[in-house]
């Protein structure tokens, strides 16, 4: 988005183009909407750039429009209007990853947060973002998730302190639903793996802060850190490999699966 407020050229440019293939296509504002699934004032708000188009939407929209692949080529486009810069490449990458990995401090890994947390947190955001911001960076957040129902999935396995399981971010119905999604989530997905750090851990490899980690189809691996001020992105080999070490021992360290899932439940339990 432009920083006035007001959409970008990019994102003029895409909901005109969306507007002008749906009126080759001889459809209705309405027909549209009802042949691609989503409500008529999403499919205005397309078109006005008043909404960032998710993939999905660009994709099938391409073919009901029948627009020769023009949809689907701005797609790259759209990722640049959801995600900052240091993301970008992230995001990404993460569509088409053999293994997702993260050691979470302070919050529930974006793959597994719920709606009504991801509103939660982009609420809690100092300074404040707008309504209409907290919503592109909810549904950014949400279209991510996508990767864990992809055909073949990747294998996804995250370590989180049992703090975040007592923070009460948007109150205590939105930490418990929370907690049942993620116990939904172990439960539903085999390649999904989740551990619990208990506060009382004498020994702990994870003082440094939270990170996440991603292996490529291709071999590359990658990590990701957030600090105050910004995130970055780790390529370097041998800093990679060491941060992969220390994942490893952090799961050698936080309880088994089985475990953490029945904390998780008596947790959930208690609220």
């Known amino acids: 988005m432009a920083t006035s407020g007001e959409p ?33 004032s999403l499919m205005g708000a397309y078109e006005r750039a008043e909404r960032i188009p998710s993939l999905e939407f660009l994709g099938t929209a391409d073919r009901v429009f029948d627009a020769g692949g023009a949809l689907c080529a701005c797609k790259e486009l759209v990722d640049e209007e959801k995600y900052p ?17 993260a050691y979470e401090t302070m919050l529930f890994p974006g793959l597994l947060q719920t709606e009504g947390y991801a509103y939660a947190l982009y609420r809690s955001r100092k300074p404040a973002y707008t309504e209409d911001e907290i919503v592109r960076h ?20 995250y370590v989180i ?43 702990h490899a994870g003082l440094n802060g939270p990170m996440q980690l991603m292996s ?17 992105l780790i390529s370097k080999p ?7 070490d220390l994942f490893g021992i952090l799961r050698a360290q936080a309880l088994t699966p089985w475990e953490s899932a029945e904390l998780i439940e008596k947790k959930a339990e208690q609220l």
């Open 238 to 244: 041998e800093q990679v490999a060491d941060l992969f």
């Open 138 to 157: 909810v549904e950014a957040r949400l279209e991510r998730q996508a990767v864990l129902s992809r055909t073949p999935p990747p294998y996804v396995g």
């Open 85 to 101: 810069a240091k993301f970008l490449d992230w995001a990404r990458l993460e569509r088409q990853a053999r293994v997702i990995s």
């Open 8 to 40: 970008s050229q990019v994102l003029r440019l895409v909901g005109e183009l969306i507007k002008i293939h749906r009126t080759r296509a001889g459809l209705t504002q309405k027909a549209a909407a009802d042949r691609l699934l989503i409500s008529e």
């Open 216 to 232: 490529t189809a291709e071999g590359r691996s990658l990590v990701y850190v957030e600090a105050q001020g910004g995130g970055k």
């Open 161 to 203: 302190e049992e703090s975040v399981l007592e923070k009460t971010l948007g109150g205590t119905t939105v930490l418990k639903d929370q907690l049942l999604h993620l116990l939904d989530c172990t439960r539903r997905m085999n390649h999904l793996t989740v551990q619990v750090m208990p506060s009382h851990q004498h020994t």
